[in-house]
């Protein structure tokens, strides 16, 4: 009797970690509604003017590359939940309530966001109003003197946030840059394990031209011949096991170089464009997914999507 009991017990907690195992892997299964009307999709025609996929078969996402009222009927049903982070430290804070109000315009429309909001000024932080199932949560940080450390802290705050307070609460996090603003949808065609965005400014240049750390002492390191595309450090994401794996890495080796005296040439950004060399990118967004307002913008953007505004960085860096 008691032997069965034991078994019984240990036949649930089996079920339940089978079970736990299979919200999991439904949430990667791409269920479509039957009753869902939609244009016929093609193998033999769509956009020639862009490559859409790249050489280890990751999507790269571009207008007209993808169906959003399929993609968001596939992931409407699974409830997904969706944790945003931005950090505004400083002047920074004045760019919060355009990012806040245009991300309510055009950021995952319809799904659970969670924003928080990373700052040395809570009292700043506008009150914007936001829409059933989002909500915004305010983290206090120290002030930082030189911008460099704000930079190089992000890593180590992501780690942290997601260990703390995102795991099973959240699906997927996508970390932003606060001085820019939404300009057209950013929604569930960005969803996947690892996701980078190439950066606006490169992604014509042969990769001899990418600004990589150069320098082999550096764990931030490529070298000539070596990279694949330059991604920014002003947004990616991903799943939230994915993205913590890439922000304590990144944080490490940033540490490591800092206990050595070397500073990455574009800090974070170089780190993650390290990491993203190595371990690849499921997912790849298009520079409509983080362009410049200064750009003029390029014929294959069809939409700018998120864009980085004109700033005066001698107003708002505490030191240049
Ligand atoms: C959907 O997700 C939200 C946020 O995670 C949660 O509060 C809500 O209870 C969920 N709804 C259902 C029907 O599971």
Redesign the pocket.
Known sequence: MQLSNGKTLTLILLSALLLGSEVHIESHHLVAPDSLQYKQPSIVSGRTDVVAVTPWLAPVVWEGTFNPVLLDSIYKPQ?I?IAVTVFAVGKYVMFLKDFLETAEQHFFIGF?VHVYVFTDQPTKVPQVKMAA?RQLTVCSVPSSKRWQEISARRMELIQTLIEEKLQN??DFIFCLDVDSKFHGRWGTESLSGLVAVIHPGYYRDDRSRFPYERRPESRAYVGPGQGDFYYCGGAFGGLLQEVHQLAKTCRSNFEADAKEGIEAAWQEESHLNRYMWINKPSKVLSPEYLWQDFKPRNPEVYIVRFSGVVKNYAEIRPNV
């Open positions: 409830n939940s659970n199932g609460r959240n």
